[in-house]
């Protein structure tokens, strides 16, 4: 399923829309977020119900048009600014370490905040209560 209500569907929708980019780019971004989460790996579906479990408002695959390049966000929390990457061991080589940061600091322009958490993160339920606390992407009572 692309969605699971059909809020979601309008915040998508609503996301597109507010993108600063050509028409053509927003098509194109719709569809491609609508692809990637049809590939999402089991550590972004924990993430998702993670987040559903604590009712906090999300995008998954939400698209970004930053200075003319487009980037598409794991999960984006429109009510607290935040954006969630959850990265696997590819994550750990200079190439993809130097690409990420360059991604944070152009989340970082437009005002986000971006948290990365490991594909081994998700595996316990109390690291990542711990590391959104921390982040003060939710607040406590477990």
Avoid at 54 to 83: E, H, T
Avoid at 94 to 107: G, K, P, S, V
Wanted: include cysteine; glycine fraction near 4%.
């Amino acid at each position: 399923m692309m969605f699971s209500s059909l809020d979601d569907y309008s915040s998508d929708l609503e996301h597109i829309a507010s993108m600063k980019a050509p028409e053509s780019t927003r098509e194109w971004a719709e569809m491609r977020m609508y692809e990637l989460r049809l590939r999402a790996n089991k550590y972004e579906v924990l993430m998702k119900e993670y987040l559903k479990s604590k009712n906090v408002k999300f995008i998954s695959q939400a698209p970004f048009c930053i200075l003319g390049k487009l980037y598409f966000a794991d999960f984006y929390l429109p009510n607290s600014k935040y954006i969630i990457e959850i990265d696997g061991e590819y994550h750990n080589g200079l190439t993809q370490r130097t690409y990420d940061r360059t991604r944070d600091d152009a989340f970082g322009w437009i005002g986000l905040r971006v948290l990365r958490l490991r594909n081994s993160d998700l595996l316990d339920r109390r690291v990542v209560d711990c590391k959104m606390e921390k982040y003060k992407v939710i607040r406590g009572g477990r």
